[in-house]
């Protein structure tokens, strides 16, 4: 795919979604920081991972204009983006990297009724009592909602792009930013 052939709506699409989960990730640190372990060289969290094709071309295409030169991916290690413990993609790392470890909301349908639930890192909120504390909206990030506005995303840059041959079920390893 040459520079002329990427799709500006999508790929613009996605960086603002990122952007907004940025800013929103920044807020829950800020208000949870006294509860969330997570820091540089922090990397529990992290695996090798596949990623929606316009975050492959997304991240593929900001790396490529930082003229960023990648080392080698381990693909021994649990994530291949890793160097001494450090994401040597971390500026440009996919959606569901920028939200590890923070409190996320997610619809439980296993649940009768389904209901709203929280997840996290283990590492965090260790010293709370899970019972009484309070998360709700305006202290979690809706991962629901983040997955839409990316699948919504990817469709639109499919759409954009026949030429790749790829459908909504695409997915990208990470590893292949490496080659």
């Known amino acids: 795919m040459t520079n002329e052939n990427k799709s500006p709506i999508a790929i613009e699409q996605y960086h603002r979604l990122t952007m907004q989960i940025d800013q929103i990730a920044d807020e829950l640190v800020q208000s949870h920081k006294q509860h969330i372990i997570c820091k540089e060289k922090c990397c529990s969290c992290c695996v090798n991972l596949s990623v929606f094709p316009v975050e492959f071309y997304a991240i593929k295409e900001m790396l490529e204009a930082d003229g960023v030169k990648l080392p080698e991916f381990d693909d021994n290690a649990t994530c291949g983006c890793l160097a001494d413990s450090l994401c040597v993609i971390y500026k440009y790392r996919p959606v569901i990297c920028r939200s590890h470890g923070l409190p996320?909301?997610?619809?439980?349908?296993?649940?009768?009724?389904?209901?709203?639930?929280?997840?996290?890192?283990?590492?965090?909120?260790?010293e709370?009592?899970?019972?009484?504390?309070?998360?709700?909206?305006?202290?979690?990030?809706?991962?629901?909602?983040?997955?839409?506005?990316?699948?919504?995303?990817?469709?639109?840059?499919?759409?954009?792009?026949?030429?790749?041959?790829?459908?909504?079920?695409?997915?990208i390893p990470i590893k292949d930013l490496f080659v």
């Open 128 to 171: 709370i009592n899970i019972g009484t504390y309070v998360f709700d909206q305006d202290n979690t990030l809706n991962v629901d909602a983040v997955n839409i506005a990316l699948h919504q995303i990817n469709q639109q840059f499919i759409a954009e792009h026949p030429e790749l041959k790829l459908d909504e079920q695409s997915r």
């Open 104 to 126: 996320i909301a997610f619809l439980d349908d296993l649940s009768d009724p389904p209901e709203m639930s929280v997840s996290f890192c283990e590492f965090n909120f260790t």
